[in-house]
């Protein structure tokens, strides 16, 4: 079928709900930041608001290939992973303006979150240190019997760590199926790569831990989706350890009190041009996946969700200060 | 009594290594949510033996070796805590933990209070000197772990409470650091039936009675505070032993009731003095039990220096019964 793009039929194999419920993913995420956004800017936001603006074909792609039974430690960047798994925006709401009724009840703020009923761990600050998380997590289903697979994610900052080098080395050593996303968005804060690491690659050191690397572009949530699918079949019935590197920028700074200065113009321009959303609504339409009213609809429901989410949220309180010392330990 | 005829009893001489062994048999036998991972743990059963075929009874799957790796290893059995597993993981010395100590003090120690799930995960940490181990060997951490909340700390000083705490600590649906004295491992050895209870968690045990002065210890340092009560003993001083067993919770109604008994608390640890253990539990007293009080609370601890390695040296440095001695004559003559 010579006049038949490739990527049409690569779409063509995949249920059209699929890449819908991607998109969707991806809209729902971007669309909730920019709230998030404004509420910062309006001093409505306590301590900090980090993004995955640029990001959000990674975690749409990569979570959505995922089954029921499999385990996640998203990073900063992900919001995409944990509305995949079944978050609700609301949820994401409450826990950025601290409601009680949030998954962390106000006892942790912005990204440090996730439901473990959901397959999805909340990260700590450290790093790479959530890689470890996942394997033991892993471990677990598959003693009993689960085809399960874990996916950790990380940034290039966080691949210079110990940790992340114990724990891919652990993985390989125990043949547990993990892939471990490096989102190398070529800036830990305000680090470049250059004064990160000296591989041309961050997949160049998968032959060291005996493993495989793959890299894919990680603004194209068709390639990111088809590419883990693929690897992740292959990791339920043989398991091991993958590292998926994916190529992308981070659109914002760090946080939103980053303007993210150290970035490059034409670098930023590059990017921005190869958004993740642009791409995946002009991939669905080119491939007669969806019109451009298809999306429209999605879209201006993604929104609905967010504002009532946020009014809702909104009105719910904060914890009661009598509760201050509950939860530390396990009964 | 000889080793045979004590078997006919039904009792046996156990040292303490042997009650920690004999406590993950029983615990990998009747309990199938049980695993044991750690350095050199499998087949060569540990760098001290606490482990010694288990591997061979309960199969690689429950008992496994892991590359020299602390933070994976702890990041490792936090997820497997929370999928269900009790996890007990051996670090092969406490002074390796310091690096991946944030996956214990970041992350399993707040997961409960951040998500509301539970970390259900044993953490074995050999410590002590007193057998030329030198700074990186040797080292008694504890105040750092009972700093953090969320965080459990038992540390048994005798061989059956080295067996029940363990049997609690893995029952505990916290992560618990479980600190075994290295110098008790072969030194203490007790008669005791294959039976055993679980020792309870945040309570201490009375080891000696006494009316002129009460020490609080733990680990190695009750022997040696044994030790000085039997020298103040024989010159009619009666001194109380507390061993604390668990440093946190801590049981603060015993060590409250053994200062109303004397009016006079030594508080003795292997650790270093400054910020030591010691120091909480003279605060807790003086905040609670300042009536009680005939004379200032006095601390024995190791100074603040590395440990040394040259016995000559290290002798001085650890705490011992002439130490303790010392230390309560002048608090019972002030």
Same mark, same amino acid.
């Given at each position: 079928?010579?006049?038949?793009?490739?990527?049409?039929?690569?779409?063509?194999?995949?249920?059209?709900? !699929?890449? #819908? @419920?991607?998109?969707?993913?991806?809209? &729902?995420? %971007?669309?909730?930041?920019?709230?998030?956004? +404004? /509420?910062?800017?309006?001093?409505?936001?306590?301590?900090?608001?980090?993004?995955?603006?640029?990001?959000?074909?990674?975690?749409?792609?990569?979570?959505?290939?995922?089954?029921?039974?499999?385990?996640?430690?998203?990073?900063?960047?992900?919001?995409?992973?944990?509305?995949?798994?079944?978050?609700?925006?609301?949820?994401?709401?409450? !826990?950025? #303006? @601290?409601?009680?009724?949030?998954?962390? &009840?106000? %006892?942790?703020?912005?990204?440090?979150?996730? +439901? /473990?009923?959901?397959?999805?761990?909340?990260?700590?600050?450290?790093?790479?240190?959530?890689?470890?998380?996942?394997?033991?997590?892993?471990?677990?289903?598959?003693?009993?019997?689960?085809?399960?697979?874990?996916?950790?994610?990380?940034?290039?900052?966080?691949?210079?760590?110990?940790?992340?080098?114990?724990?891919?080395?652990?993985?390989?050593?125990?043949?547990?199926?993990?892939?471990?996303?490096?989102?190398?968005?070529?800036?830990?804060?305000?680090?470049?790569?250059?004064?990160?690491?000296?591989?041309?690659?961050?997949?160049?050191?998968?032959?060291?831990?005996?493993?495989?690397?793959?890299?894919?572009?990680?603004?194209?949530?068709?390639?990111?989706?088809?590419?883990?699918?693929?690897?992740?079949?292959?990791?339920?019935?043989?398991?091991?350890?993958?590292?998926?590197?994916?190529?992308?920028?981070?659109?914002?700074?760090?946080?939103?009190?980053?303007?993210?200065?150290?970035?490059?113009?034409?670098?930023?321009?590059?990017?921005?041009?190869?958004?993740?959303?642009?791409?995946?609504?002009?991939?669905?339409?080119?491939?007669?996946?969806?019109?451009?009213?298809?999306?429209?609809?999605?879209?201006?429901?993604?929104?609905?969700?967010?504002?009532?989410?946020?009014?809702?949220?909104?009105?719910?309180?904060?914890?009661?200060?009598?509760?201050?010392?509950?939860?530390?330990?396990?009964? | 009594?000889?080793?045979?005829?004590?078997?006919?009893?039904?009792?046996?001489?156990?040292?303490?290594?042997?009650?920690?062994?004999?406590?993950?048999?029983?615990?990998?036998?009747?309990?199938?949510?049980?695993?044991?991972?750690?350095?050199?743990?499998?087949?060569?059963?540990?760098?001290?033996?606490?482990?010694?075929?288990?591997?061979?009874?309960?199969?690689?799957?429950?008992?496994?070796?892991?590359?020299?790796?602390?933070?994976?290893?702890?990041?490792?059995?936090?997820?497997?805590?929370?999928?269900?597993?009790?996890?007990?993981?051996?670090?092969?010395?406490?002074?390796?933990?310091?690096?991946?100590?944030?996956?214990?003090?970041?992350?399993?120690?707040?997961?409960?209070?951040?998500?509301?799930?539970?970390?259900?995960?044993?953490?074995?940490?050999?410590?002590?000197?007193?057998?030329?181990?030198?700074?990186?060997?040797?080292?008694?951490?504890?105040?750092?772990?009972?700093?953090?909340?969320?965080?459990?700390?038992?540390?048994?000083?005798?061989?059956?409470?080295?067996?029940?705490?363990?049997?609690?600590?893995?029952?505990?649906?916290?992560?618990?650091?479980?600190?075994?004295?290295?110098?008790?491992?072969?030194?203490?050895?007790?008669?005791?039936?294959?039976?055993?209870?679980?020792?309870?968690?945040?309570?201490?045990?009375?080891?000696?009675?006494?009316?002129?002065?009460?020490?609080?210890?733990?680990?190695?340092?009750?022997?040696?505070?044994?030790?000085?009560?039997?020298?103040?003993?024989?010159?009619?001083?009666?001194?109380?032993?507390?061993?604390?067993?668990?440093?946190?919770?801590?049981?603060?109604?015993?060590?409250?009731?053994?200062?109303?008994?004397?009016?006079?608390?030594?508080?003795?640890?292997?650790?270093?003095?400054?910020?030591?253990?010691?120091?909480?539990?003279?605060?807790?007293?003086?905040?609670?039990?300042?009536?009680?009080?005939?004379?200032?609370?006095?601390?024995?601890?190791?100074?603040?220096?590395?440990?040394?390695?040259?016995?000559?040296?290290?002798?001085?440095?650890?705490?011992?019964?002439?130490?303790?001695?010392?230390?309560?004559?002048?608090?019972?003559?002030?």
């Amino acid at each position: 079928m010579p006049d038949c793009p490739s990527f049409a039929r690569d779409l063509n194999q995949i249920p059209r709900n !699929q890449w #819908l @419920a991607i998109y969707r993913t991806m809209c &729902r995420a %971007r669309l909730t930041e920019q709230r998030m956004i +404004r /509420l910062y800017h309006q001093g409505k936001i306590f301590g900090g608001v980090y993004t995955g603006f640029g990001h959000e074909a990674i975690g749409a792609g990569t979570a959505h290939a995922g089954g029921a039974d499999d385990l996640f430690t998203p990073c900063i960047r992900d919001l995409t992973v944990h509305l995949a798994r079944g978050l609700s925006v609301l949820d994401v709401f409450r !826990q950025f #303006l @601290a409601r009680a009724t949030g998954p962390t &009840r106000g %006892r942790d703020g912005n990204v440090h979150y996730g +439901r /473990l009923d959901q397959g999805v761990y909340a990260m700590i600050s450290h790093l790479g240190a959530m890689i470890s998380v996942a394997i033991g997590g892993v471990m677990v289903r598959r003693r009993q019997g689960l085809d399960a697979v874990a996916m950790a994610y990380v940034g290039d900052g966080a691949t210079s760590t110990g940790d992340f080098h114990e724990a891919v080395n652990y993985a390989s050593v125990f043949d547990v199926p993990l892939l471990v996303v490096i989102e190398n968005n070529k800036f830990a804060y305000s680090t470049p790569n250059s004064q990160q690491y000296r591989c041309k690659d961050l997949i160049d050191r998968a032959p060291g831990y005996g493993i495989e690397g793959v890299k894919v572009d990680g603004n194209d949530a068709v390639a990111v989706y088809l590419k883990v699918l693929e690897i992740v079949k292959e990791m339920r019935q043989t398991p091991r350890p993958v590292l998926l590197e994916c190529d992308t920028l981070r659109i914002r700074g760090h946080g939103e009190h980053d303007d993210a200065g150290y970035i490059p113009e034409a670098l930023k321009a590059e990017y921005a041009a190869r958004d993740p959303l642009d791409n995946m609504r002009r991939s669905l339409t080119d491939g007669e996946i969806a019109t451009d009213q298809d999306l429209e609809t999605i879209d201006s429901e993604c929104q609905k969700e967010i504002d009532d989410g946020y009014r809702q949220a909104l009105a719910e309180p904060m914890p009661d200060p009598a509760t201050l010392l509950d939860g530390v330990y396990a009964e | 009594m000889t080793h045979a005829a004590l078997a006919e009893t039904g009792f046996v001489e156990r040292t303490y290594v042997d009650c920690i062994r004999q406590a993950q048999q029983r615990l990998l036998r009747e309990d199938d949510r049980v695993v044991i991972f750690g350095e050199d743990v499998g087949a060569f059963g540990g760098a001290f033996k606490a482990t010694l075929g288990l591997q061979e009874e309960f199969g690689a799957d429950r008992v496994f070796d892991t590359p020299i790796s602390e933070s994976a290893i702890i990041g490792s059995a936090i997820g497997m805590a929370t999928q269900g597993l009790r996890p007990i993981i051996e670090m092969q010395f406490l002074d390796f933990m310091n690096t991946a100590l944030h996956q214990l003090i970041n992350n399993a120690a707040t997961i409960h209070f951040r998500t509301g799930n539970a970390v259900p995960m044993t953490v074995r940490a050999p410590c002590g000197g007193g057998f030329g181990g030198g700074p990186f060997h040797s080292e008694e951490l504890e105040t750092i772990f009972c700093h953090v909340p969320g965080l459990k700390v038992v540390y048994p000083a005798f061989p059956c409470d080295a067996r029940g705490l363990l049997v609690s600590a893995v029952e505990d649906p916290n992560p618990v650091v479980y600190l075994e004295n290295k110098y008790l491992y072969r030194h203490v050895k007790e008669s005791l039936s294959d039976d055993f209870e679980p020792v309870p968690i945040g309570v201490a045990r009375v080891c000696r009675r006494g009316s002129d002065a009460t020490i609080i210890t733990y680990g190695a340092m009750v022997h040696e505070s044994l030790a000085a009560a039997d020298v103040l003993a024989a010159e009619e001083r009666q001194v109380m032993v507390v061993d604390l067993r668990t440093l946190k919770p801590y049981d603060h109604d015993t060590i409250i009731a053994a200062v109303s008994a004397t009016n006079r608390v030594l508080v003795v640890h292997e650790a270093w003095r400054c910020c030591g253990f010691g120091a909480e539990i003279a605060a807790g007293i003086a905040e609670r039990g300042f009536h009680l009080l005939d004379a200032p609370i006095m601390r024995v601890a190791a100074p603040d220096i590395p440990i040394p390695f040259a016995p000559t040296l290290e002798s001085v440095y650890r705490p011992s019964a002439g130490t303790i001695v010392e230390a309560l004559r002048e608090l019972i003559e002030y």
